[in-house]
């Protein structure tokens, strides 16, 4: 008769007790200075990306109206505010014709960076600016969120910038198509934001008297329902934010 050998392994079985060890945290303490994530005008590139009358037509994630408003309202914040600006454009006199006025106004005989890449940064002539910019924050918004927004977001973010999407200042060939490419941004690390969001960072102070008339003049122009109401107070009562 064979004799089987078994080997048993002893499992260590947990043990309770009353010991207990207290780690004390720091609480933190409030101070009157803005987080670090904000943006301010000196701290980044906005890239405006094929804003051309070929790509707008195919866009249905967002109407054609509010897509040109919420497009000029951030091109005439950064202007107001002096922000490091880069207009692109895509076979502009091949195909995708020229850039909405409200993009380009703001920014009078700056030169549009015309492009044959899909991806903005694969362009030489661009990443040659943004190098000549160097600031370490990327602001993007344009035509169409999964191709010309998500291919600059990912490969800028692969070499080590921070990168900010305004994302109803960019549109797609479907609500599904741009809100997919949004969220794989995020996933990415990148940040959503919002036009009227944009122009308010900037702000972020109605005290701060030397671009208030600038700020609320750019709402009551492109800011929808906050514009209105912007102008209704100044007309009814002269009130002001400040």
């Known amino acids: 008769m064979t004799e089987a050998n078994t080997t048993t392994t002893a499992t260590a079985r947990p043990v309770a007790s009353a010991n207990t060890t207290t780690t004390a945290t720091a609480r933190p303490v409030a101070s009157a200075n803005p987080g670090a994530s904000l943006l301010n005008a000196n ?3 906005l890239v405006m990306i094929d804003f051309q009358s070929q790509m707008a037509f195919a866009t249905h994630s967002i109407d054609a109206i509010t897509l040109r408003s919420n497009a000029g309202l951030v091109a005439s914040a950064a202007a107001g505010f002096g922000v ?18 409200e993009v380009t106004a703001p920014f009078p005989g700056q030169a549009l960076l015309d492009r044959t890449s899909m991806n903005t940064w694969e362009d030489a002539a661009v990443i040659a600016k943004v190098n000549e910019i160097g600031k370490p924050r990327i602001v993007l918004a344009g035509l169409w969120t999964s191709v010309c927004i998500v291919g600059p977001a990912l490969s800028a973010l692969d070499q080590g910038f921070e990168v900010y999407v305004i994302a109803d200042a960019s549109g797609d060939i479907s609500a599904e198509a741009h809100n997919r490419a949004m969220e794989r941004m995020v996933q ?10 944009y122009l308010l960072e900037l702000q972020r102070d109605w005290a ?3 671009t208030y008339d600038m700020t609320t003049g750019i709402a009551k122009k492109f800011g929808g329902g906050y514009g209105l109401g912007i102008t209704y107070a100044k007309t009814m009562f002269n009130a002001q934010e400040a």
């Open 188 to 197: 990415a690390g990148a940040r959503p934001i919002t036009s009227l969001q």
């Open 84 to 101: 490091s600006t880069i207009l692109t454009t895509v076979a502009a006199e091949s195909f995708s014709g020229p850039m909405f006025e």
């Open 208 to 210: 701060r008297g030397e």
């Open 43 to 45: 701290d980044h590139t």
